[in-house]
Protein backbone atom coordinates (compact mmCIF):
# COMPACT_ATOMS: atom_id res chain seq x y z
CA UNK A 1 0.00 0.00 0.00
CA UNK A 2 2.77 2.69 0.98
CA UNK A 3 4.33 1.78 -2.77
CA UNK A 4 1.15 2.37 -3.97
CA UNK A 5 0.87 5.60 -2.07
CA UNK A 6 4.04 6.55 -3.53
CA UNK A 7 3.07 5.94 -6.75
CA UNK A 8 -0.27 7.60 -6.30
CA UNK A 9 1.80 10.46 -5.38
CA UNK A 10 4.45 10.65 -7.69
CA UNK A 11 1.64 10.59 -10.74
CA UNK A 12 -0.16 13.99 -8.47
CA UNK A 13 3.62 15.54 -8.51
CA UNK A 14 3.84 14.83 -12.04
CA UNK A 15 0.76 15.88 -13.21
CA UNK A 16 1.36 19.17 -10.86
CA UNK A 17 5.00 19.64 -12.61
CA UNK A 18 3.36 19.52 -16.25
CA UNK A 19 1.06 21.94 -15.32
CA UNK A 20 3.21 24.71 -13.69
CA UNK A 21 5.50 24.07 -16.63
CA UNK A 22 2.91 24.68 -19.30
CA UNK A 23 1.92 27.94 -17.08
CA UNK A 24 5.43 29.31 -17.21
CA UNK A 25 5.74 28.54 -20.85
CA UNK A 26 2.75 30.17 -21.61
CA UNK A 27 3.82 33.27 -20.13
CA UNK A 28 6.94 33.12 -21.58
CA UNK A 29 9.02 32.70 -18.65
CA UNK A 30 12.38 32.16 -20.04
CA UNK A 31 12.38 35.29 -21.59
CA UNK A 32 12.65 37.09 -18.08
CA UNK A 33 9.94 37.45 -15.46
CA UNK A 34 8.38 41.52 -15.21
CA UNK A 35 6.25 42.03 -11.89
CA UNK A 36 3.15 41.93 -13.86
CA UNK A 37 4.57 38.69 -15.33
CA UNK A 38 4.99 37.14 -12.17
CA UNK A 39 1.40 38.23 -10.98
CA UNK A 40 -0.41 36.75 -13.68
CA UNK A 41 1.80 33.54 -13.21
CA UNK A 42 1.02 33.65 -9.64
CA UNK A 43 -2.48 33.85 -10.18
CA UNK A 44 -2.75 30.99 -13.08
CA UNK A 45 -0.60 28.50 -10.72
CA UNK A 46 -3.96 28.81 -8.36
CA UNK A 47 -4.45 29.35 -4.63
CA UNK A 48 -1.25 28.37 -3.30
CA UNK A 49 0.88 30.66 -5.53
CA UNK A 50 -1.85 33.60 -4.90
CA UNK A 51 -1.25 33.12 -0.99
CA UNK A 52 2.56 32.96 -1.86
CA UNK A 53 2.24 36.54 -3.23
CA UNK A 54 0.29 37.90 -1.10
CA UNK A 55 3.12 37.03 1.68
CA UNK A 56 5.56 37.98 -0.87
CA UNK A 57 4.31 41.68 -1.28
CA UNK A 58 5.35 42.03 1.89
CA UNK A 59 9.18 41.59 1.83
CA UNK A 60 10.46 44.47 -0.06
CA UNK A 61 14.08 43.82 1.60
CA UNK A 62 13.65 40.33 -0.57
CA UNK A 63 11.71 41.16 -3.56
CA UNK A 64 12.51 44.48 -5.42
CA UNK A 65 9.81 47.51 -4.46
CA UNK A 66 8.33 47.55 -8.55
CA UNK A 67 7.54 43.44 -7.58
CA UNK A 68 5.95 44.65 -4.24
CA UNK A 69 3.50 46.72 -5.10
CA UNK A 70 2.31 44.50 -8.30
CA UNK A 71 1.77 41.73 -5.81
CA UNK A 72 -0.10 43.73 -3.64
CA UNK A 73 -2.89 43.74 -5.92
CA UNK A 74 -3.19 40.01 -5.68
CA UNK A 75 -6.82 39.12 -5.81
CA UNK A 76 -7.71 37.71 -1.97
CA UNK A 77 -11.18 35.95 -3.41
CA UNK A 78 -11.00 32.58 -4.97
CA UNK A 79 -13.48 30.20 -6.35
CA UNK A 80 -15.50 29.54 -2.96
CA UNK A 81 -15.97 25.40 -1.56
CA UNK A 82 -19.07 23.69 -2.20
CA UNK A 83 -21.67 23.18 1.03
CA UNK A 84 -20.85 19.95 1.22
CA UNK A 85 -16.82 19.99 1.09
CA UNK A 86 -17.09 22.37 3.74
CA UNK A 87 -19.61 20.00 5.90
CA UNK A 88 -16.97 16.91 5.06
CA UNK A 89 -14.23 19.10 6.73
CA UNK A 90 -16.44 20.20 9.53
CA UNK A 91 -17.72 16.61 10.24
CA UNK A 92 -14.05 14.80 9.82
CA UNK A 93 -12.60 17.12 11.85
CA UNK A 94 -15.08 16.80 14.62
CA UNK A 95 -16.22 13.09 13.96
CA UNK A 96 -20.10 14.26 14.57
CA UNK A 97 -22.61 15.59 12.43
CA UNK A 98 -22.76 18.96 12.03
CA UNK A 99 -26.26 19.21 13.27
CA UNK A 100 -25.01 17.69 16.41
CA UNK A 101 -22.80 20.70 16.80
CA UNK A 102 -25.02 23.58 15.29
CA UNK A 103 -28.07 24.17 14.74
CA UNK A 104 -27.73 26.08 11.53
CA UNK A 105 -24.99 26.69 9.08
CA UNK A 106 -25.51 29.32 5.98
CA UNK A 107 -24.88 27.36 2.85
CA UNK A 108 -23.38 30.97 1.70
CA UNK A 109 -19.78 31.63 2.58
CA UNK A 110 -19.00 35.74 3.74
CA UNK A 111 -15.56 35.33 2.04
CA UNK A 112 -13.30 32.68 0.33
CA UNK A 113 -9.55 33.17 0.32
CA UNK A 114 -6.26 30.88 -0.74
CA UNK A 115 -6.60 28.62 2.62
CA UNK A 116 -10.12 28.97 3.85
CA UNK A 117 -13.44 30.04 3.73
CA UNK A 118 -15.92 31.43 6.10
CA UNK A 119 -19.84 30.44 7.30
CA UNK A 120 -22.44 32.19 9.38
CA UNK A 121 -23.46 29.42 11.91
CA UNK A 122 -25.88 29.27 15.06
CA UNK A 123 -24.89 27.29 17.78
CA UNK A 124 -27.65 25.24 19.80
CA UNK A 125 -27.63 28.29 22.59
CA UNK A 126 -28.76 30.49 20.03
CA UNK A 127 -24.99 32.51 20.04
CA UNK A 128 -24.46 33.63 16.71
CA UNK A 129 -20.69 32.54 15.47
CA UNK A 130 -18.34 32.12 12.48
CA UNK A 131 -17.08 29.03 11.33
CA UNK A 132 -13.85 29.31 9.23
CA UNK A 133 -13.06 26.02 7.33
CA UNK A 134 -9.63 25.23 5.61
CA UNK A 135 -9.78 23.57 2.42
CA UNK A 136 -9.27 20.26 2.54
CA UNK A 137 -5.90 18.86 0.91
CA UNK A 138 -4.51 22.25 0.70
CA UNK A 139 -1.45 21.53 3.33
CA UNK A 140 -0.83 18.63 1.02
CA UNK A 141 -1.13 20.94 -2.31
CA UNK A 142 1.16 23.44 -1.14
CA UNK A 143 3.45 20.92 0.01
CA UNK A 144 4.00 19.30 -3.29
CA UNK A 145 3.99 22.73 -4.63
CA UNK A 146 6.89 24.22 -2.57
CA UNK A 147 8.91 20.53 -3.53
CA UNK A 148 8.30 21.29 -6.73
CA UNK A 149 8.60 24.86 -6.98
CA UNK A 150 12.32 24.08 -5.34
CA UNK A 151 13.21 22.07 -8.27
CA UNK A 152 12.23 24.57 -10.70
CA UNK A 153 14.63 26.99 -8.71
CA UNK A 154 17.35 24.92 -9.08
CA UNK A 155 16.32 25.23 -13.29
CA UNK A 156 16.50 28.74 -13.16
CA UNK A 157 20.41 28.80 -11.52
CA UNK A 158 21.25 25.79 -14.63
CA UNK A 159 19.62 27.91 -17.56
CA UNK A 160 20.75 31.17 -16.16
CA UNK A 161 17.17 32.72 -16.50
CA UNK A 162 17.17 36.23 -16.05
CA UNK A 163 15.21 36.76 -12.40
CA UNK A 164 17.56 39.68 -11.29
CA UNK A 165 18.59 39.39 -8.04
CA UNK A 166 15.56 37.60 -6.49
CA UNK A 167 16.33 34.83 -3.91
CA UNK A 168 13.77 32.34 -4.87
CA UNK A 169 15.30 29.92 -2.48
CA UNK A 170 14.60 32.46 0.69
CA UNK A 171 11.81 33.73 -0.24
CA UNK A 172 10.11 30.06 -0.61
CA UNK A 173 11.68 28.68 2.18
CA UNK A 174 10.14 31.49 4.58
CA UNK A 175 6.77 31.69 2.59
CA UNK A 176 6.36 28.05 3.25
CA UNK A 177 7.09 28.70 7.25
CA UNK A 178 4.97 31.70 7.48
CA UNK A 179 2.09 29.71 5.34
CA UNK A 180 2.50 26.63 7.61
CA UNK A 181 1.74 29.14 10.56
CA UNK A 182 -1.47 29.99 9.20
CA UNK A 183 -2.51 26.83 8.12
CA UNK A 184 -3.03 25.85 12.00
CA UNK A 185 -6.17 27.63 13.02
CA UNK A 186 -4.42 26.32 16.98
CA UNK A 187 -2.14 29.49 16.34
CA UNK A 188 -4.57 31.86 15.14
CA UNK A 189 -6.61 31.41 17.99
CA UNK A 190 -3.57 31.86 20.08
CA UNK A 191 -2.97 34.54 18.77
CA UNK A 192 -6.16 35.99 19.37
CA UNK A 193 -6.02 35.17 23.17
CA UNK A 194 -2.80 36.90 23.34
CA UNK A 195 -3.68 40.08 21.70
CA UNK A 196 -6.98 39.88 23.72
CA UNK A 197 -4.85 39.80 26.50
CA UNK A 198 -2.51 42.80 25.59
CA UNK A 199 -5.39 45.03 24.99
CA UNK A 200 -7.60 44.26 27.57
CA UNK A 201 -7.55 47.66 29.20
CA UNK A 202 -8.16 49.40 26.27
CA UNK A 203 -11.92 50.14 26.42
CA UNK A 204 -12.01 51.11 22.25
CA UNK A 205 -10.85 47.93 21.15
CA UNK A 206 -12.22 44.50 20.96
CA UNK A 207 -11.20 41.20 19.57
CA UNK A 208 -13.40 38.29 18.05
CA UNK A 209 -14.43 35.51 21.18
CA UNK A 210 -12.68 31.90 20.37
CA UNK A 211 -14.89 29.15 20.87
CA UNK A 212 -11.80 26.97 22.22
CA UNK A 213 -13.74 23.44 22.37
CA UNK A 214 -14.95 23.46 18.95
CA UNK A 215 -11.53 24.86 17.59
CA UNK A 216 -9.36 22.64 15.87
CA UNK A 217 -6.23 22.68 13.61
CA UNK A 218 -8.47 22.76 10.68
CA UNK A 219 -11.95 24.92 12.04
CA UNK A 220 -11.97 27.71 13.86
CA UNK A 221 -14.97 29.30 15.62
CA UNK A 222 -15.66 32.58 16.64
CA UNK A 223 -17.79 35.31 17.58
CA UNK A 224 -19.70 36.62 14.58
CA UNK A 225 -18.93 40.63 14.72
CA UNK A 226 -22.14 42.85 13.73
CA UNK A 227 -20.34 46.01 12.86
CA UNK A 228 -20.22 48.38 10.13
CA UNK A 229 -16.88 48.34 7.87
CA UNK A 230 -14.41 51.21 8.74
CA UNK A 231 -14.59 52.52 5.37
CA UNK A 232 -18.52 52.66 5.35
CA UNK A 233 -18.14 56.40 6.23
CA UNK A 234 -21.67 57.44 5.15
CA UNK A 235 -23.24 54.67 7.51
CA UNK A 236 -20.77 55.53 10.33
CA UNK A 237 -21.89 58.95 10.19
CA UNK A 238 -25.42 58.11 10.18
CA UNK A 239 -24.92 56.54 13.22
CA UNK A 240 -23.49 59.58 15.07
CA UNK A 241 -19.70 58.30 15.16
CA UNK A 242 -16.62 61.03 14.68
CA UNK A 243 -14.48 59.13 12.21
CA UNK A 244 -11.74 61.56 12.96
CA UNK A 245 -12.34 60.41 16.47
CA UNK A 246 -12.04 56.06 14.77
CA UNK A 247 -9.00 57.27 12.86
CA UNK A 248 -7.30 58.56 16.17
CA UNK A 249 -8.04 55.65 17.86
CA UNK A 250 -7.05 53.50 15.57
CA UNK A 251 -3.58 54.79 15.19
CA UNK A 252 -2.77 54.96 18.63
CA UNK A 253 -3.61 51.42 18.89
CA UNK A 254 -2.01 50.51 16.32
CA UNK A 255 1.04 52.78 17.59
CA UNK A 256 0.48 50.25 20.45
CA UNK A 257 0.32 47.26 19.41
CA UNK A 258 3.38 48.13 17.65
CA UNK A 259 6.02 49.39 20.16
CA UNK A 260 4.20 48.28 23.28
CA UNK A 261 3.18 44.56 22.70
CA UNK A 262 5.80 43.68 19.67
CA UNK A 263 2.49 41.83 18.18
CA UNK A 264 0.54 43.42 15.47
CA UNK A 265 -2.06 42.79 13.08
CA UNK A 266 0.01 42.18 9.79
CA UNK A 267 -2.91 43.16 7.21
CA UNK A 268 -4.97 45.55 8.62
CA UNK A 269 -7.24 46.45 5.51
CA UNK A 270 -10.64 47.99 6.09
CA UNK A 271 -11.81 44.85 5.31
CA UNK A 272 -10.60 43.45 8.82
CA UNK A 273 -11.36 46.36 10.42
CA UNK A 274 -15.15 46.79 11.72
CA UNK A 275 -16.77 49.36 14.38
CA UNK A 276 -19.45 47.75 16.73
CA UNK A 277 -20.90 49.54 19.65
CA UNK A 278 -18.34 52.04 19.84
CA UNK A 279 -15.59 50.05 19.64
CA UNK A 280 -12.88 49.32 17.07
CA UNK A 281 -13.10 45.34 16.06
CA UNK A 282 -9.87 43.60 14.84
CA UNK A 283 -10.74 41.09 12.49
CA UNK A 284 -8.52 37.94 10.66
CA UNK A 285 -5.83 37.67 12.92
CA UNK A 286 -4.21 34.93 11.10
CA UNK A 287 -1.43 36.40 9.66
CA UNK A 288 0.13 38.47 13.01
CA UNK A 289 3.58 39.86 13.31
CA UNK A 290 6.13 40.11 16.07
CA UNK A 291 8.96 42.07 17.00
CA UNK A 292 11.03 41.65 19.90
CA UNK A 293 12.12 44.02 22.56
CA UNK A 294 15.52 45.40 21.05
CA UNK A 295 14.15 45.61 17.52
CA UNK A 296 11.41 47.88 19.07
CA UNK A 297 14.14 50.12 20.19
CA UNK A 298 15.86 50.15 17.04
CA UNK A 299 11.92 51.27 15.29
CA UNK A 300 11.75 54.06 18.03
CA UNK A 301 15.34 55.58 17.60
CA UNK A 302 14.61 55.43 14.08
CA UNK A 303 11.51 57.48 13.55
CA UNK A 304 12.68 59.60 16.59
CA UNK A 305 16.06 60.03 14.27
CA UNK A 306 14.29 60.74 11.19
CA UNK A 307 11.96 63.60 12.97
CA UNK A 308 14.50 65.13 14.43
CA UNK A 309 16.88 65.38 11.33
CA UNK A 310 19.50 62.78 13.42
CA UNK A 311 22.09 61.68 10.70
CA UNK A 312 24.52 59.80 13.51
CA UNK A 313 21.26 58.38 15.31
CA UNK A 314 19.81 56.90 12.17
CA UNK A 315 23.58 55.04 11.31
CA UNK A 316 23.87 53.72 14.78
CA UNK A 317 19.98 52.26 13.83
CA UNK A 318 21.63 50.63 10.85
CA UNK A 319 24.59 49.14 12.22
CA UNK A 320 22.80 47.87 15.48
CA UNK A 321 20.81 45.92 13.73
CA UNK A 322 23.52 43.13 12.92
CA UNK A 323 22.61 42.01 9.29
CA UNK A 324 25.37 43.73 7.11
CA UNK A 325 26.26 41.43 4.42
CA UNK A 326 29.41 43.36 3.25
CA UNK A 327 31.62 45.77 3.64
CA UNK A 328 29.79 49.43 4.67
CA UNK A 329 31.13 52.68 2.79
CA UNK A 330 30.64 55.07 5.26
CA UNK A 331 31.28 58.09 3.52
CA UNK A 332 28.19 56.81 0.96
CA UNK A 333 25.77 55.49 3.71
CA UNK A 334 26.57 59.19 5.42
CA UNK A 335 25.59 61.29 1.87
CA UNK A 336 22.31 58.97 1.15
CA UNK A 337 20.96 59.24 4.74
CA UNK A 338 21.85 63.15 4.62
CA UNK A 339 19.91 63.54 1.31
CA UNK A 340 17.08 61.60 2.67
CA UNK A 341 16.80 63.33 5.52
CA UNK A 342 16.53 66.59 3.44
CA UNK A 343 14.10 66.04 1.61
CA UNK A 344 11.96 65.88 5.17
CA UNK A 345 13.72 68.34 6.49
CA UNK A 346 11.21 71.24 5.51
CA UNK A 347 8.20 69.12 5.91
CA UNK A 348 5.94 69.37 8.47
CA UNK A 349 5.49 66.31 10.59
CA UNK A 350 1.99 66.14 10.00
CA UNK A 351 2.37 65.94 6.54
CA UNK A 352 4.58 63.12 6.62
CA UNK A 353 3.85 59.54 5.71
CA UNK A 354 6.33 56.45 7.64
CA UNK A 355 5.34 54.14 5.01
CA UNK A 356 7.43 55.53 2.11
CA UNK A 357 9.70 56.74 5.10
CA UNK A 358 10.38 53.37 5.94
CA UNK A 359 10.59 52.23 2.33
CA UNK A 360 13.09 54.39 1.43
CA UNK A 361 15.13 53.62 4.72
CA UNK A 362 14.88 49.72 3.11
CA UNK A 363 16.09 50.96 -0.45
CA UNK A 364 19.33 52.83 1.37
CA UNK A 365 19.71 49.49 3.60
CA UNK A 366 19.09 47.18 0.34
CA UNK A 367 21.76 49.28 -1.39
CA UNK A 368 24.34 48.87 1.34
CA UNK A 369 24.22 45.01 1.79
CA UNK A 370 22.19 45.75 5.42
CA UNK A 371 18.95 44.00 5.68
CA UNK A 372 16.27 44.65 8.11
CA UNK A 373 14.89 41.79 11.10
CA UNK A 374 11.93 40.27 9.36
CA UNK A 375 9.50 41.51 11.98
CA UNK A 376 10.37 44.94 10.82
CA UNK A 377 9.88 44.10 7.15
CA UNK A 378 6.99 42.78 7.51
CA UNK A 379 6.08 45.84 9.45
CA UNK A 380 6.74 48.49 6.87
CA UNK A 381 3.62 47.09 4.95
CA UNK A 382 1.66 46.71 7.66
CA UNK A 383 2.16 50.59 8.41
CA UNK A 384 1.45 51.46 4.64
CA UNK A 385 -1.60 49.21 5.05
CA UNK A 386 -2.79 51.70 7.82
CA UNK A 387 -1.99 54.72 6.90
CA UNK A 388 -3.90 54.09 3.62
CA UNK A 389 -7.03 53.38 5.68
CA UNK A 390 -6.56 56.75 7.46
CA UNK A 391 -6.30 58.70 4.26
CA UNK A 392 -9.24 57.30 3.47
CA UNK A 393 -11.15 57.20 6.53
CA UNK A 394 -9.53 60.22 8.23
CA UNK A 395 -7.51 61.87 6.30
CA UNK A 396 -6.64 64.64 9.46
CA UNK A 397 -4.65 61.95 11.29
CA UNK A 398 -1.39 61.57 11.29
CA UNK A 399 0.26 58.00 12.16
CA UNK A 400 3.64 59.41 11.74
CA UNK A 401 3.19 62.64 14.66
CA UNK A 402 1.24 59.82 16.74
CA UNK A 403 3.97 57.21 16.59
CA UNK A 404 6.78 59.93 17.36
CA UNK A 405 4.77 61.33 20.50
CA UNK A 406 4.34 57.29 21.42
CA UNK A 407 8.03 56.82 21.16
CA UNK A 408 9.13 59.38 22.57
CA UNK A 409 6.82 59.16 25.55
CA UNK A 410 8.09 55.92 26.07
CA UNK A 411 11.73 56.11 25.94
CA UNK A 412 11.92 57.64 29.55
CA UNK A 413 9.43 54.99 30.96
CA UNK A 414 11.85 52.42 30.20
CA UNK A 415 15.01 54.02 31.61
CA UNK A 416 16.12 52.02 34.43
CA UNK A 417 17.82 54.95 36.50
CA UNK A 418 19.08 53.45 38.86
CA UNK A 419 20.96 50.73 36.61
CA UNK A 420 22.02 53.96 34.23
CA UNK A 421 23.25 56.00 36.90
CA UNK A 422 25.84 52.45 38.38
CA UNK A 423 26.43 51.97 34.81
CA UNK A 424 27.62 55.67 34.27
CA UNK A 425 29.89 55.66 37.56
CA UNK A 426 31.50 52.21 36.72
CA UNK A 427 32.74 54.09 33.66
CA UNK A 428 33.65 57.14 34.92
CA UNK A 429 36.10 55.34 37.08
CA UNK A 430 37.30 53.01 33.78
CA UNK A 431 37.52 56.75 32.12
CA UNK A 432 39.39 58.42 34.91
CA UNK A 433 42.04 55.58 35.33
CA UNK A 434 42.69 55.26 31.88
CA UNK A 435 42.50 58.90 31.53
CA UNK A 436 45.55 59.81 34.05
CA UNK A 437 47.88 56.96 32.40
CA UNK A 438 46.90 58.45 28.76
CA UNK A 439 49.86 61.33 28.92
CA UNK A 440 52.73 58.52 30.13
CA UNK A 441 51.70 56.33 27.23
CA UNK A 442 51.46 58.65 24.20
CA UNK A 443 54.82 59.70 25.58
CA UNK A 444 56.25 55.80 25.72
CA UNK A 445 54.36 56.00 22.33
CA UNK A 446 56.60 59.00 20.96
CA UNK A 447 59.74 57.75 22.16
CA UNK A 448 59.49 54.38 20.34
CA UNK A 449 57.96 56.00 16.91
CA UNK A 450 61.36 58.28 17.41
CA UNK A 451 63.42 55.24 17.98
CA UNK A 452 61.93 53.65 14.73
CA UNK A 453 60.48 50.73 17.38
CA UNK A 454 57.31 51.74 15.52
CA UNK A 455 55.58 53.30 13.06
CA UNK A 456 52.29 55.18 13.06
CA UNK A 457 49.77 55.24 9.53
CA UNK A 458 47.19 57.12 8.92
CA UNK A 459 44.70 57.39 6.15
CA UNK A 460 43.11 60.11 5.36
CA UNK A 461 42.26 59.30 2.03
CA UNK A 462 38.11 59.34 2.63
CA UNK A 463 36.35 61.89 4.75
CA UNK A 464 34.97 59.73 7.07
CA UNK A 465 38.31 58.43 8.75
CA UNK A 466 39.50 62.28 8.79
CA UNK A 467 35.88 62.98 10.60
CA UNK A 468 36.63 60.41 13.08
CA UNK A 469 40.03 61.54 13.53
CA UNK A 470 38.70 64.85 14.41
CA UNK A 471 36.66 63.84 16.80
CA UNK A 472 39.17 61.25 18.80
CA UNK A 473 41.81 64.48 19.07
CA UNK A 474 39.02 66.95 20.00
CA UNK A 475 37.91 63.76 22.76
CA UNK A 476 41.22 63.92 23.81
CA UNK A 477 41.92 67.45 24.38
CA UNK A 478 38.50 67.36 26.60
CA UNK A 479 40.09 64.65 28.29
CA UNK A 480 43.37 66.19 29.26
CA UNK A 481 41.46 69.09 30.32
CA UNK A 482 39.62 67.08 32.78
CA UNK A 483 42.36 65.97 34.13
CA UNK A 484 43.72 69.55 34.03
CA UNK A 485 40.99 70.36 36.63
CA UNK A 486 41.27 67.63 38.50
CA UNK A 487 44.78 68.19 39.38
CA UNK A 488 44.40 71.90 39.81
CA UNK A 489 41.23 71.29 42.32
CA UNK A 490 42.85 68.67 44.52
CA UNK A 491 45.92 71.02 44.40
CA UNK A 492 44.02 74.32 45.70
CA UNK A 493 41.68 71.41 48.51
CA UNK A 494 45.35 70.79 49.89
CA UNK A 495 46.20 74.01 50.32
CA UNK A 496 42.62 75.20 52.02
CA UNK A 497 42.64 78.63 49.60
CA UNK A 498 39.49 80.51 50.62
CA UNK A 499 36.73 81.51 50.60
CA UNK A 500 35.16 77.86 51.50
CA UNK A 501 32.05 76.30 51.65
CA UNK A 502 30.94 73.63 53.52
CA UNK A 503 34.98 73.60 54.44
CA UNK A 504 36.55 73.04 50.70
CA UNK A 505 37.28 75.89 49.25
CA UNK A 506 35.29 76.92 46.89
CA UNK A 507 37.70 76.87 43.91
CA UNK A 508 37.96 73.34 44.49
CA UNK A 509 34.19 72.98 44.30
CA UNK A 510 34.33 74.85 40.67
CA UNK A 511 37.34 72.70 39.73
CA UNK A 512 35.74 69.62 40.36
CA UNK A 513 32.29 70.58 39.16
CA UNK A 514 34.05 71.58 35.40
CA UNK A 515 36.15 68.00 35.73
CA UNK A 516 33.01 66.05 35.78
CA UNK A 517 31.14 68.46 33.47
CA UNK A 518 33.98 67.66 30.85
CA UNK A 519 34.27 64.21 31.84
CA UNK A 520 30.68 63.45 30.90
CA UNK A 521 30.19 65.04 27.64
CA UNK A 522 32.89 63.11 26.84
CA UNK A 523 31.33 59.92 27.89
CA UNK A 524 27.72 60.43 26.34
CA UNK A 525 30.25 60.93 22.80
CA UNK A 526 31.67 57.37 23.64
CA UNK A 527 27.74 55.55 24.35
CA UNK A 528 26.41 57.38 21.76
CA UNK A 529 28.83 57.24 18.82
CA UNK A 530 30.44 53.50 19.91
CA UNK A 531 33.84 54.87 19.15
Known amino acids: MKHLGLSIDNKLSAARLREMVSVLKRHGVIHGVSPEKLKLILEDLGPTYVKFGQVMSMRSDILPREYCDVLVQLRTDVKPLSYEEVIGVIEAEYGLRTDEVFKEISRESLGSASIAQVHKAVLHNGQTVVIKVQRPGIY ?3 ERDIQLLKKAISFIKVFKINVGNIDFKLIVDEMWAAA ?10 NYIQEITNLNADIKYVAFPRVERNLTTPRVLVMEY ?18 INEIGIKLAENYVKQIVDDGLFHADP ?18 MMGRINSRDRRLLKKTILSIV ?28 DIESMLTRYGDMELADMQLGPIIQEVKDILNFHQ ?37 ASEN ?22 KHTLALPEQFSNVMQMAIRGQTRINIDLTADEPARRLDLMLNKLLVCLLSVACIVGASIIFASGMPPHWYGVPVLAWIGYLLSILLAGWVIKKIIRNKY
Request: charged share 20%.
Open 140 to 142: QMM
Open 180 to 189: QQEMDFIIES
Open 225 to 242: IDGVQIDDLEKLASLGYD
Open 269 to 286: HPGNIFIRDGQIVWLDLG
Open 308 to 335: QQDIQGLVEVFLAADTIKGKVNFTKLYE
Open 370 to 406: ISLPSGLSMLARGIVTIEGVLAACSPQVNFVKIIANH
Open 411 to 432: IFKEIDFKKEFLTTMLLLHSFG
